[in-house]
Every structure is written in structure tokens, then in C-alpha cells.
């Protein structure tokens, strides 16, 4: 069975730091370009980060440009979004999305994750005092 998992959301006060991994099981990671989303009540769904198979390209939304870190080991089917200096309106679950694309330079930040080929279930995280 091919999936994604999500782990290392909960909650932290602003100005924290959160990291999340994206582990894929059944399925090798390395050929497929990901992204990071989320999703919070009342919002629409938002495309935070991706980043290229290879690591050669890597985006982010304006909203979290130089705060949020993507990165990937393939040789553990790993994913990671390393989230600092977080503010309430980072509030929301967080879920990666797989597309096959083992020869891309760049990727682009999209709020629709139609792209995408597989998707988690996603990780929650709260930013509040």
C-alpha cells in the first residue's frame, strides 16, 4: 500500500519552532517531487512549500519565505519542513503530496494539490499562547 505519513505537529506558542517529516511508505520517495500544504478552518487550502527530486529546486509561499526550511534524505523516503519563528496563522494541519517527477529543476507553490499523485493525511499544528 502506498502512502505518506505526516509526523511532528502539536502545539507551540509563537515565535516557536516546529519541524514535520513526510515518510513514504511503499513506494520510493526519491523519483517525486513534494509538497507541503495546509489546511486551516475556514481557509482555504494553502500550498506552503516544494521541493524537486533531485533537491535542485525548492519554493516556498510568500507567507512562510524565510521562516520555513524544506529538505529531503531519499535514502530514507523522507521528506521535512522545518517551521521557525511560528505565528497563529500557521495554525492548521499539514499534509504532503507526491507527484512522479524525477527530472525536474524547479517546482512551483500551487494551493490546488490536484498535481499531486499521493497525499497524507496530514499533522496538526497549533500556534497560540
Known amino acids: 500500500q502506498m502512502q505518506l505519513v505526516e509526523s511532528g505537529g502539536g502545539l507551540v506558542q509563537p515565535g516557536g519552532s516546529l519541524g514535520l517529516s513526510c515518510v513514504a511508505s511503499?513506494?520510493?520517495?526519491?523519483?517525486?517531487?513534494i509538497g507541503w500544504f495546509r489546511q486551516a478552518p475556514g481557509k482555504e487550502r494553502e500550498g506552503v512549500s516544494c521541493?524537486?527530486?533531485?533537491?535542485?529546486?525548492?519554493n516556498y509561499a510568500d507567507s512562510v519565505k524565510g521562516r520555513f526550511s524544506i529538505s529531503r534524505d531519499n535514502g530514507k523516503d523522507t521528506v521535512y519542513l522545518q517551521m521557525n519563528s511560528l505565528r497563529p496563522e500557521d495554525t492548521g494541519v499539514y499534509y504532503c503530496?507526491?507527484?512522479?517527477?524525477?527530472?525536474?529543476?524547479?517546482?512551483?507553490?500551487?494551493?490546488?494539490?490536484?498535481?499531486?499523485?499521493?497525499r497524507g493525511q496530514g499533522t496538526q499544528v497549533t500556534v497560540s499562547s
Open positions: 521541493i524537486t527530486a533531485r533537491s535542485i529546486g525548492a
Open positions: 511503499g513506494f520510493r520517495l526519491g523519483p517525486h517531487t
Open positions: 503530496a507526491a507527484v512522479w517527477d524525477p527530472y525536474a529543476d524547479f517546482c512551483t507553490v500551487v494551493d490546488d494539490d490536484a498535481q499531486y499523485e499521493f
